[in-house]
């Protein structure tokens, strides 16, 4: 009776210590992020413990939002003005490094530099995001006025409108002469070249300068806590080489972690290492962008309206300083 005891005893303290393990250890962070070269930039974790989460680009948004709102994620990767606005005072969550530095490119059916923008039709995929207000402050810099307004287009502005960010809605635009260059983002535009016998012709990093166009947040109790998961993340983020990646094995993996059974709208045949290069992904840490941030929202702000806010100023607590 007395071995009885000790053997339930013994029994008892193993389930106890098993149950108290496993109510201890933390599960696996979690990360949300667009489809497109965000989606990308995730695959450098394929190899840790990180569970990714990629939303189709029509729902990203929204999916983001609602996930930082109500802090169901430990790591997002979102465009730099929808961060300033969800995670402004570092509370919550905090930014650690930028990793798309800019992927805007205009293609269409003949060559059209920047001396032949004037009087032309610029569709523009999210022309009312980071996209739209980046190609705005690119013909300002240039000394060229835009119109939203067909109606007040003429041969001297640039006539701007929204094109969805689909291949198919880009030629429809081009073979129609509806626009006569569009605005997207590599690798869709590696693809349209590619599938459709576009050029490329318009550089947007080249006309406007450097910008930061998608960042990294992380939730501030994650990067007080989990110290030791947080660098790892990082310095899987930071030793990727982008334009080395396999195209088929980086689709396959994507296509795995896109949210409600989509498929990424990313095709290994566009995936060219000119795309990669183009995506201009790489994990800059969040110190040594902080001027760049802070003035790239700068100059967003001159967007708001009364019906919205585009951008919103952050201080030093946005930034994360422990890389």
């Known amino acids: 009776m007395k071995r009885l005891a000790v053997f339930l005893s013994i029994i008892i303290c193993l389930i106890l210590s098993v149950g108290c393990t496993g109510a201890n250890s933390p599960s696996s962070l979690t990360l949300v992020c667009p489809d497109g070269a965000p989606a990308i930039s995730a695959y450098a974790l394929k190899d ?17 939002q609602k996930d930082i709102r109500n802090k169901s994620a430990d790591v997002a990767i979102l465009p730099v003005n929808l961060a300033s606005k969800l995670c402004a005072s570092g509370a919550d969550y905090k930014m650690i490094g930028v990793l798309t530095h800019g992927n805007l490119y205009g293609v269409g059916k003949n060559v059209l530099d920047e001396n032949g923008l004037k009087g032309k039709t610029v569709g523009v995929i999210q022309l009312n995001a980071v996209p739209g207000y980046t190609v705005k402050l690119m013909l300002e810099k240039m000394g060229l006025q835009y119109v939203e307004n067909k109606e007040e287009k003429n041969a001297d502005n640039v006539y701007l409108y929204q094109i969805p960010a689909d291949a198919t809605a880009v030629k429809t635009a081009l073979d129609t002469s509806k626009a006569d260059v569009c605005i997207v983002a590599q690798p869709m535009c590696d693809r349209l070249i590619s599938a459709f016998s576009l050029i490329k012709s318009i550089d947007v990093q080249s006309l406007y300068g450097y910008f930061p166009q998608a960042v990294a947040v992380v939730k501030t109790s994650v990067l007080e806590n989990r110290k030791s998961e947080v660098n790892e993340m990082i310095a899987s983020l930071s030793g990727c080489d982008y334009t080395a990646l396999n195209a088929t094995e980086l689709v396959n993996w994507i296509n795995l972690h896109v949210a ?16 990669l290069e183009g995506s201009n992904i790489r994990f800059s840490p969040a110190q040594n962008e902080k001027s760049a941030v802070l003035n790239y929202l700068t100059q967003l702000k001159r967007f708001d309206t009364e019906l919205g806010t585009v951008a919103i100023a952050v201080g030093d607590t946005f930034f994360w300083s422990g890389v």
């Open 260 to 275: 409600d059974g989509e498929v990424s709208s990313l095709a290994p045949q566009a995936l060219t290492v000119s795309a």
């Open 48 to 64: 840790t413990k990180v569970n990714v989460t990629v939303y189709p680009s029509a729902s990203a948004t929204a999916s983001i």
